[in-house]
């Protein structure tokens, strides 16, 4: 039997961009130094629909679609324009609006998922023998788009 090789792709080189809300073309700028990048968690929600003729087990449907989070772990540069309170995701934050972003995948073709998401948490981390980190968990709403 042939030996098959994987063709799995290395996760280094993630980008997440952020949009500048510019219309009809929005343009995505890379957030500097991410580091660890979770989601985006998406789910179904489930509706019961057990009965009293259901035969001992619970049913469910399908409900509506959850974009989840995205959570991202960064080198925090507190002066970085795509980290700041002027322009950046921490400005994001103080507003609590939605704005675009985009994951861009170091694969082959580049796949991208953009999707609207607000700032939930911007959390700084100062240890004592360590880096200036900044964690963000993003709050997608509505679909994101994969391409």
């Not at 130094?33 to 509706?47: F, H, R, S, V, Y």
């Not at 925090?76 to 309170?85: E, H, K, M, V, Y």
């Not at 939605?98 to 991208?112: E, I, K």
Request: proline content about 6%.
């Amino acid at each position: 039997m042939p030996y098959v090789y994987s063709q799995a792709t290395s996760a280094h080189g993630t980008l997440l961009k952020l949009g500048d809300g510019g219309s009809p073309t929005e343009n995505f700028t890379t957030i500097a130094e991410c580091k660890n990048i979770d989601g985006p968690q998406l789910a179904n929600d489930d509706i019961d629909v057990t009965n009293q003729g259901s035969v001992g087990w619970k049913e469910s449907i399908s409900g509506l679609h959850d974009g989840g989070t995205v959570s991202v772990e960064l080198n925090f540069l507190p002066q970085n324009a795509t980290q700041s309170f002027a322009a950046g995701v921490l400005a994001h934050f103080n507003d609590g609006l939605r704005h675009n972003y985009q994951l861009v995948f170091p694969d082959p073709g580049a796949t991208t998922w953009t999707f609207a998401a607000r700032v939930k948490n911007a959390a700084p981390t100062a240890p004592v023998d360590g880096v200036l980190a900044l964690k963000v968990d993003f709050t997608i709403t509505g679909q994101p788009t994969l391409a």
